[in-house]
Nanobody, 110 residues
Framework: QVQLVESGGGLVQPGGSLKLSCAASGLIISNAPMGWYRRAPGKEREPVATIFSYGKIYADSVKGRFTASKDSSKNTMFLQMNSLKPDDTAVYYC?????WGKGTPVTVSS
């Protein structure tokens, strides 16, 4: 059974950084298409970054600031978030096909 567990969220000031982790079990992530999504308060869930075998796709709102990566030795996916803005405040979710983690909250506020 596939399980995805996010961690690393928290409160950070504007301009700060956070690194989210998604620990996977029940699948081998190395070649699996996986993504990060987020749901801001009062908004629909939206894609943030997706890692495919041939490359990565980022939402326009995070390009140049966020970097998604995988560590196959740890079977873990990461999301490095820099230059954070208040608009990045959301619950961040890890996704593989129909499987979702429970999310980790990120709050960007002074």
């Amino acid at each position: 059974q596939v399980q995805l567990v996010e961690s690393g969220g928290g409160l950070v000031q504007p301009g700060g950084s956070l690194k989210l982790s998604c620990a996977a079990s029940g699948l081998i992530i190395s070649n699996a298409p996986m993504g990060w999504y987020r749901r801001a308060p009062g908004k629909e869930r939206e894609p943030v970054a997706t890692i495919f075998s041939y490359g990565k796709i980022y939402a326009d709102s995070v390009k140049g600031r966020f970097t998604a990566s995988k560590d196959s030795s740890k079977n873990t996916m990461f999301l490095q978030m820099n230059s954070l803005k208040p608009d990045d405040t959301a619950v961040y979710y890890c996704n593989f096909r129909d499987f979702w983690g429970k999310g980790t909250p990120v709050t960007v506020s002074s």
